[in-house]
């Protein structure tokens, strides 16, 4: 009898073992996040056989959560020798290199950069002996899920309005709660010219610092384009700190090369809803004078300006910008109070072509 029972509750034991090892490989191990996928815990089981002698012990590996950390970035128009393909390399080597959490990285492409993209992170991968999910989405199909906003935004804040395709590029990250899996609670975006000196869960402890309202996290524009854009504006308002650079204590606009997102509250923000609409945009850009050709960091940055409590401004060390275009337009006088930044580098941004330091 006591021979009967061992094997009956081993046979208990491996039926409950199989039973969730079949659950965890139909799950295919895929939960975006910052939430869960599974690793196994031991967890350890004991019966006995009720004398007190004979205990039988086993282990059963039951799922653990895993925190995944969303990044996105969009790759598009890529050629296989395109200088944008090195910048997309640095970027992703940078972020896998230095990163100590597990990365969901999600890259919007179109259908010629697609085998540049997997190429690229193929090696990447090889290079750093590192492992991070990675998920396509169609640039295409996600502009047609966004239409309403990019029909919105380009009249006010593209060089040249009407190229569709070339439109929504520029917008994609304003509509981000909506294309995102609804796993998503939060995410950041960045321009594949850039590169990361710190851990990317560094860039995340900002969101333990968002205010109650805020929905999007981003660096101050660190060039003068802003006191440019809204010159008109600044001349009926000759003491408007709009315009004016941060290290002064002014407001000079956001830069969109890392942009946070706290998705869970934009899914739900009424307020966000409303100032995305047509009246609201209109109104806005009316009443700042404002006609900007810088995509969705125009809308951000009049977003800051109309409504402030939305945005929480992250350390500019985490968008170190290298243009110094203005500087060569008329700004040099004032240019090196916009590029000033006190804060360690832990994110180059090599915007306008600039090329970033090998450190």
């Known amino acids: 009898m006591l021979l009967l029972r061992k094997v009956l509750i081993n046979l208990t034991l491996l039926a409950v073992i199989l039973v969730l090892f079949y659950c965890y490989q139909t799950s295919n191990g895929i939960h975006w996040a910052s939430h869960t996928a599974t690793e196994q815990e031991n967890v350890s089981t004991t019966e006995s056989n009720g004398s007190g002698e004979d ?5 059963v590996f039951l799922p653990k959560e895993k925190v995944y950390y969303n990044v996105w970035c969009i790759f598009t128009k890529v050629a296989s020798n395109s200088p ?11 972020l896998l290199r230095l990163s100590s959490v597990d990365i969901a990285f999600h890259v919007i492409i179109d259908d010629d950069s697609k085998d540049v993209a997997e190429k690229v992170l193929g090696n990447v991968l090889l290079f750093t002996g590192k492992f ?48 995102a899996p ?23 402890e900002e969101f333990n610092t968002f205010g109650n309202q805020a929905l999007f996290g981003l660096a101050p524009e660190s060039t003068p384009v802003y006191r440019h854009v809204l010159y008109l504006y ?7 700190l709009f315009g004016e650079p941060a290290s002064s204590g002014g407001y000079p606009g956001y830069n969109s090369g890392v942009v946070l997102f706290n998705l ?3 899914k739900n923000s009424s307020v966000y809803e409303r100032i995305v609409k047509k009246e609201s945009v209109d109104a806005m850009t009316e009443k700042y004078h404002f006609k900007g050709h810088l995509g969705d960091q125009d809308f951000y940055t009049l977003l800051g300006m109309e409504k402030p409590e939305l945005i929480h401004t992250i350390d500019c060390g985490w968008n170190r910008q290298l243009c110094t275009w203005w500087r060569d337009r008329g700004y040099a006088d004032v240019f090196g109070n916009y590029s000033r930044c006190d804060s360690q580098t832990k994110l180059w941004h090599g915007n306008c072509n600039t090329p970033i330091p090998d450190d």
């Open 264 to 266: 869970d509250r934009l």
């Open 182 to 204: 609804t796993e998503q609670s939060i995410a950041a975006m960045f321009d594949v010219d850039t590169k990361f000196r710190k851990d990317i869960k560094d860039l995340f």
């Open 84 to 94: 944008m393909r090195k910048k997309f390399e640095i970027f992703a080597e940078s």
């Open 234 to 240: 600044r001349n009926k308002h000759p003491n408007t």
């Open 132 to 179: 991070m999910k990675v998920q396509y989405y169609d640039v295409h199909k996600l502009a047609l899920q966004l239409q309403d906003i990019v029909s919105v935004m380009s009249p006010h804040f593209s060089s040249k309005p009407g190229t569709y395709y070339s439109d929504a590029l520029f917008f994609l990250s304003l509509g981000l709660h909506r294309i």
């Open 55 to 59: 205990t039988i012990s086993t282990t």
